[in-house]
T-cell receptor
């Protein structure tokens, strides 16, 4: 069945280092969404990418959607302790674009 | 007030008991979802509803049922709770094709 996979599962970085999480889909996606879940919190929508090769930035966060629309990445420049949490990517289910398939998430720990 | 409200926030119940988790939203969206989160497994879809008369099973619906009482209300029931249903449960709502708005979650423990 359709799968959305993320790597790495965990990442520990020193504050100020960069961080990247990668998302790969088994199928071509019409769009990809990214969410952040702080420890003890709930997932919060960050962004949606729709176009092939699209790049969007939110302050220190850079989101990319692959040319084939099967992969995506989230890059954080100069991490801060406020970046701690789990980052999920999600793509629409084939044939049912209102239903999202989530990746397993990448949990980021930042050492001050 | 939160856009998506889930009750209760925490619940401990015994094996075999029936339990209902409730969700209400003020976003005015037609689409609502119930997800389950387990460590290392991400978010898995239990049930979803695209309008009041529409109920659909997700990937892990066995042992669960839902009721869409109104556009704003979507409840999840465990008819006979078992320990492997111990998890964090999230309700979410969306308009199409936008992002989801999640509730704060219900942490359920079945003993």
């Amino acid at each position: 069945g359709q799968q959305v996979m993320q790597i790495p599962q965990y990442q520990h970085v020193q504050e100020g280092e960069d961080f990247t999480t990668y998302c790969n889909s088994s199928t071509t996606l019409s769009n990809i969404q990214w969410y952040k879940q702080r420890p003890g919190g709930h997932p919060v929508f960050l962004i949606q990418l729709v176009k092939s090769g699209e790049v969007k930035k939110q302050k220190r966060l850079t989101f990319q959607f692959g040319e084939a629309k099967k992969n995506s990445s989230l890059h954080i420049t100069a991490t801060q302790t406020t970046d701690v949490g789990t980052y999920f990517c999600a793509g629409p289910s084939i044939g049912n674009t209102g239903k999202l398939i989530f990746g397993q998430g990448t949990t980021l720990q930042v050492k001050p | 007030d939160a856009d998506v409200t889930q009750t209760p926030r925490n619940r401990i119940t015994k094996t075999g008991k029936r339990i209902m988790l409730e969700c209400s939203q003020t976003k005015g969206h037609d689409r609502m979802y119930w997800y389950r989160q387990d460590p290392g497994l991400g978010l898995r879809l239990i049930y979803y509803s695209f309008d009041v008369k529409d109920i659909n099973k997700g990937e892990i619906s066995d042992g669960y049922s839902v009721s869409r009482q109104a556009q704003a209300k979507f409840s999840l029931s465990l008819e006979s709770a078992i320990p492997n249903q111990t998890a964090l449960y999230f309700c979410a709502t969306s308009d199409f094709p936008g992002g989801y708005t999640f509730g704060s979650g219900t942490r359920l423990t079945v003993v």
